[in-house]
């Protein structure tokens, strides 16, 4: 399981996991390894935001992860409830080097490879976000990603 890396760190945290992914979701074709470091770059962006509006426990301190079918392929998304990300700023966050985060947490290309992986597999990283109230990133693969690597299933 791609979680079981970062489970400690959520727990440790005192940040609520909460994944949906139905037994019934397709496969898709894709390099798993590729898709589990998008899935975990997510991950740790949403858990970083739920600590910055939320040091100690709270219950809104949630990090929801969930898959649906979707026309022609499967839809991964990571909710946070943490600060949101500013219009201005979500026209960047993909973009290499680009990064919110103080000069020790982070480089700014955990966005920039994602979006590139997700883009290598003929899918789509896009996000949806409020201020104040959370953000959504989601990735639409299609279930023929233009993969050799092989068949696989979204292991959360």
Known sequence: MTLSLT???????????????????????????QLEQVLI???TNARDALNEKYPERHPDKRLRISARTIAGGVRLTVEDRGF???????ERIFDPFFTTKHEDKGTGLGLSISHGIVKEHA??????SEVGKGTYF???????????????????
Do not use: F, M
């Open 7 to 33: 489970k400690a760190l959520l727990r440790r945290d005192a940040i609520v996991l909460e994944v949906d992914v139905p037994e019934a979701l397709p496969s898709i074709n894709c390099r798993s390894q």
């Open 41 to 43: 770059n997510l991950v």
């Open 84 to 90: 949101g990300i500013p219009e201005a700023l979500r």
């Open 123 to 128: 899918g789509r990283l896009w996000v949806e």
């Open 138 to 156: 989601h990735v639409d693969l299609p279930l023929d990603g233009g993969s050799e690597a092989g068949t696989a299933k979204l292991g959360v």
